[in-house]
């Protein structure tokens, strides 16, 4: 009886984690939250900031941490640290929540209890999917779907989570020396520690601008998946860009005469991550 009134959730046990930096006030979350005003919903908010221009909150349900950090994946580790909610909602400051989202996240964890993440569709300003999902439920995410989910379609599951003590790498992510990544990194790590992983193709959330990969170039790109591959998969590495390569060429992101600086700029990427963990480990 007793785990089955652990794994009964309700809307107050969802807390939504919004990375944001610089505000002086809590307006930003009014857009966020369209059909309902933002103080019915558990937040906390990592505001990185100056000294001098704290963002505060008068709501009892709103909570706000002021870091004086860079990073988007230091924002996130604040987060999880500070967290109190049993379902946590990976969140920036620039989505807008879909009517009925809580419901749907409650769902889920409803019929996955023991699930670690359970990662949801996004829809871009026109209302059409943010890219391409399964049709149905995954019970056991695979490399393609990890590679493919982005942070604000995750969401995890805070007790198990606490257990297998995963944090987002400091090294990747917006402000990091790789600017992306973090979310596919922080997922297999929980994949290694044997926790599941679940997909659910229900909307959550609205994405209104193109994402910060959207705007890199190919060598840039490349620059970080060779950190990233290497992070992952250790040695294999260069197999991943070849798949990278396979999947670009496929949906003509790259050019066949970019391959070859493409493939110089991984190895560098390479290099520069063992570097970083060669310097940690002194």
Same mark, same amino acid.
């Given at each position: 009886?007793?785990?089955?009134?652990?794994?009964?959730?309700?809307?107050?046990? &969802?807390?939504?984690?919004?990375?944001?930096?610089?505000?002086?006030?809590?307006?930003?979350?009014?857009?966020?939250?369209?059909?309902?005003?933002?103080?019915?919903?558990?937040?906390?908010?990592?505001?990185?900031?100056?000294?001098?221009?704290?963002?505060?909150?008068?709501?009892?349900?709103?909570?706000?941490?002021?870091?004086?950090?860079?990073?988007?994946?230091?924002?996130?580790?604040?987060?999880?640290?500070?967290?109190?909610?049993?379902?946590?909602?990976?969140?920036?400051?620039?989505? &807008?929540?879909?009517?009925?989202?809580?419901?749907?996240?409650?769902?889920?964890?409803?019929?996955?209890?023991?699930?670690?993440?359970?990662?949801?569709?996004?829809?871009?300003?026109?209302?059409? %999917?943010?890219?391409?999902?399964?049709?149905?439920?995954?019970?056991?995410?695979?490399?393609?779907?990890?590679?493919?989910?982005?942070?604000?379609?995750?969401?995890?599951?805070?007790?198990?989570?606490?257990?297998?003590?995963?944090?987002?790498?400091?090294?990747?992510?917006?402000?990091?020396?790789?600017?992306?990544?973090?979310?596919?990194?922080?997922?297999?790590?929980?994949?290694?520690?044997?926790?599941?992983?679940?997909?659910?193709?229900?909307?959550?959330?609205?994405?209104?601008?193109?994402?910060?990969?959207?705007?890199?170039?190919?060598?840039?790109? #490349?620059?970080?998946?060779?950190? %990233?591959?290497?992070?992952?998969?250790?040695?294999?590495?260069?197999?991943?860009?070849?798949?990278?390569?396979?999947?670009? %060429?496929?949906?003509?992101?790259?050019?066949?005469?970019?391959?070859?600086?493409?493939?110089?700029?991984?190895?560098?990427?390479?290099?520069?991550?063992?570097?970083?963990? #060669?310097?940690?480990?002194?």
């Amino acid at each position: 009886m007793e785990d089955k009134l652990e794994n009964f959730f309700t809307e107050n046990d &969802v807390e939504i984690l919004i990375a944001t930096m610089n505000q002086d006030s809590l307006d930003f979350l009014v857009p966020m939250f369209p059909f309902l005003h933002f103080s019915n919903f558990r937040i906390l908010i990592v505001n990185q900031t100056q000294v001098g221009k704290k963002l505060e909150s008068e709501y009892a349900k709103i909570r706000v941490v002021n870091s004086f950090e860079k990073g988007l994946s230091k924002s996130r580790n604040l987060a999880l640290e500070n967290a109190v909610g049993k379902i946590l909602v990976i969140a920036d400051d620039d989505v &807008v929540y879909q009517q009925g989202f809580i419901a749907k996240i409650i769902n889920a964890y409803s019929q996955f209890p023991d699930a670690a993440a359970i990662n949801f569709c996004a829809v871009k300003s026109d209302g059409s %999917l943010m890219k391409k999902y399964p049709d149905r439920s995954k019970t056991n995410l695979n490399a393609f779907d990890i590679f493919n989910t982005s942070s604000i379609e995750m969401t995890l599951n805070r007790t198990v989570l606490d257990k297998t003590k995963v944090k987002f790498d400091e090294d990747f992510g917006l402000g990091a020396v790789f600017e992306m990544g973090e979310e596919a990194i922080f997922l297999f790590d929980i994949k290694n520690k044997k926790q599941q992983l679940v997909f659910e193709p229900e909307i959550i959330v609205k994405h209104r601008e193109p994402t910060s990969s959207d705007k890199k170039s190919i060598t840039e790109k #490349y620059y970080i998946q060779g950190a %990233l591959f290497s992070r992952i998969f250790k040695s294999n590495y260069i197999y991943w860009i070849f798949v990278k390569f396979f999947f670009d %060429l496929k949906q003509q992101k790259i050019r066949f005469r970019e391959l070859k600086s493409a493939f110089k700029s991984s190895k560098e990427g390479h290099q520069k991550l063992e570097k970083l963990q #060669y310097g940690n480990k002194k």
